[in-house]
């Protein structure tokens, strides 16, 4: 999983946040506005080889607010999300 963000923001001021969930050999996100990436390894467990994996994740941090606080990416076997 990459998380790609910007290192600082302005206070009640909206910005961007890019999650993508990656094959180990894809190359991490690029975004010319945001110029903080984190990369965490894990895996998917599946109870089929082919199966679809609906993968929840929640965005939480200090200070601030998501709305929704949290977001579905449908993950295919083999594939970048």
Do not use: H, W
């Not at 599946?46 to 607010?65: A, M, P």
């Amino acid at each position: 999983m990459d998380v790609a963000l910007p290192k600082i923001s302005d206070v009640n001021e909206p910005f961007d946040l890019v999650i993508s969930v990656k094959q180990v050999d894809a190359p991490p996100p690029t975004v010319a506005d945001l110029d903080q990436v984190v990369s965490v390894e894990g895996s998917i467990f599946r109870s089929e080889k082919q199966e679809v994996v609906n993968y929840r994740f929640d965005v939480t941090g200090v200070d601030f607010q998501v709305t929704p606080p949290s977001y579905l990416l449908t993950l295919c076997p083999s594939a970048n999300s």
